[in-house]
T-cell receptor
């Protein structure tokens, strides 16, 4: 079974400051890792994903994440945030088993960017 | 290419009624998954369909069911609605198992 822990439920930052949203996972099988963003009253938008290869993954809107297998982490970072980054961010793990897949999500981190 | 579409976007029902939600995947995608999002429980997996067959199911009661048609469109049905079924229901599609899932805007269900 897989699980995801997002260590911070809320993260307030000032505009143009750097931010890191933390995510740890547990799984007994090889995993794929994802970060999704949800703006108010909308669905989930894929920010970035790690399937294999380079452990540093770049996504949309200037976000990046680093897969660390030894620490079972997949933290999301952005060097300089904008007001428009205010949203809820979800880390998810997918273990492709037996021809089927499902995403297991963390509880989410609400990022608030203040002027 | 059009994204995942879900209809209706909003629904209000009363306890005991049943409801059907619809999801049209991205063209060419054959896998459709459903998730329930609530403030208390977060995002929880309901079930996944691939080529009209349910391949995986989450821990939800039998009141929650779904199906997939030959054109990959999917519906989920909730019977005998309870207050606790109020949630945002999200549909996601992917090419096949093991691929990235792309989400629709969701259907907001309110049970009174």
């Amino acid at each position: 079974a897989q699980s995801v822990t997002q260590l911070d439920s809320q993260v307030p930052v000032f505009e143009e400051a750097p931010v890191e949203l933390r995510c740890n996972y547990s799984s007994s099988v090889s995993v794929y890792l994802f970060w999704y963003v949800q703006y108010p009253n909308q669905g989930l938008q894929l920010l970035l994903k790690y399937l294999s290869g380079s452990t540093l993954v770049k996504g949309i809107n200037g976000f990046e994440a680093e897969f660390n297998k030894s620490q079972t982490s997949f933290h999301l970072r952005k060097p300089s945030v904008h007001i428009s980054d205010t949203a809820e961010y979800f880390c998810a793990v997918s273990g492709f088993q037996g021809g089927s897949e499902k995403l297991v999500f963390g509880k989410g981190t609400k990022l608030t960017v203040n002027p | 290419k059009a994204g995942v579409t879900q209809t209706p976007r909003y629904l209000i029902k009363t306890r005991g009624q049943q409801v059907t939600l619809s999801c049209s995947p991205i063209s060419g995608h054959r896998s459709v998954s459903w998730y329930q999002q609530t403030p208390g429980q977060g995002l929880q997996f309901l079930f996944e369909y691939f080529s009209e067959t349910q391949r995986n199911k989450g821990n939800f009661p039998g009141r929650f069911s779904g199906r997939q048609f030959s054109n990959s469109r999917s519906e989920m049905n909730v019977s005998t609605l309870e207050l606790g079924d109020s949630a945002l229901y999200l549909c996601a599609s992917s090419l096949s198992g093991g691929d990235t899932q792309y989400f629709g805007p969701g259907t907001r269900l309110t049970v009174l």
